[in-house]
T-cell receptor
Framework: GENVEQHPSTLSVQEGDSAVIKCTYS??????FPWYKQELGKGPQLIID?????GEKKDQRIAVTLNKTAKHFSLHITETQPEDSAVYFC???????????????FGQGTILTVHP | EAGVTQFPSHSVIEKGQTVTLRCDPI?????LYWYRRVMGKEIKFLLH????????ESGMPNNRFLAERTGGTYSTLKVQPAELEDSGVYFC???????????FGPGTRLTVL
């Protein structure tokens, strides 16, 4: 089945700096890659996603890039703010999901801390 | 619009006891998913309901876990008997569109002592 590796496990940056989180996946048939932000006491919140026919997607300060050949995708947050501090998860939907379109394989999570 | 809700938010039980977790999806969402995160590791898929039917239960760890969704509305996940390794945070999510999974509940933190 699909396997997703996420790095780094923790990331500490100064306010205003950029943050990059990287993930690799194993199933070359995977076609959908969402990113989630989880704040304390809350469930994961979808912040951006990308499909396999697109190489890059941007939404204000966040962007995701996908390299299908290398089977890796990354989350980029620019001009970080203290409220960006949270746990971030990447995920992939492998071909084995069948008709379970919400069946995702998650990475291990990255604890992002943005220092004022 | 109300989001996905889960009850209880926390549960502490002893090994061998039974616990039932509840999830109320967003109204009108046919798809309901259960996930769990154990010991700070990755979030893992447990199962998927479409209305009241189990579409995919390949992630259920063993037969101590029983999920139901009577009437296609709320869902329950029962663990009986609970073991130490069942401790973790159990998330529920619902969706109507493919392939996104946008709406997660806040989770139930289960601690088995």
């Amino acid at each position: 089945g699909e396997n997703v590796e996420q790095h780094p496990s923790t990331l500490s940056v100064q306010e205003g700096d950029s943050a990059v989180i990287k993930c690799t996946y194993s199933d070359s048939a995977s076609n959908y890659f969402p990113w989630y932000k989880q704040e304390l006491g809350k469930g994961p919140q979808l912040i951006i996603d990308i499909r396999s026919n697109v190489g890059e997607k941007k939404d204000q300060r966040i962007a995701v890039t996908l390299n299908k050949t290398a089977k890796h995708f990354s989350l980029h947050i620019t001009e970080t703010q203290p409220e960006d501090s949270a746990v971030y998860f990447c995920a992939a939907r492998g071909n084995a999901g069948g008709t379970s379109y919400g069946k995702l394989t998650f990475g291990q999570g990255t604890i992002l801390t943005v220092h004022p | 619009e109300a989001g996905v809700t889960q009850f209880p938010s926390h549960s502490v039980i002893e090994k061998g006891q039974t616990v039932t977790l509840r999830c109320d999806p967003i109204s009108g969402h046919d798809n309901l998913y259960w996930y769990r995160r154990v010991m700070g590791k990755e979030i893992k898929f447990l199962l998927h309901f479409v209305k009241e039917s189990k579409q995919d239960e390949s992630g259920m760890p063993n037969n101590r876990f029983l999920a139901e969704r009577t009437g296609g509305t709320y869902s329950t996940l029962k663990v009986q008997p609970a073991e130490l390794e069942d401790s973790g945070v159990y998330f529920c999510a619902s969706s109507q569109d493919r392939p996104g999974l946008r709406f997660f509940g806040p989770g139930t933190r289960l601690t088995v002592l």
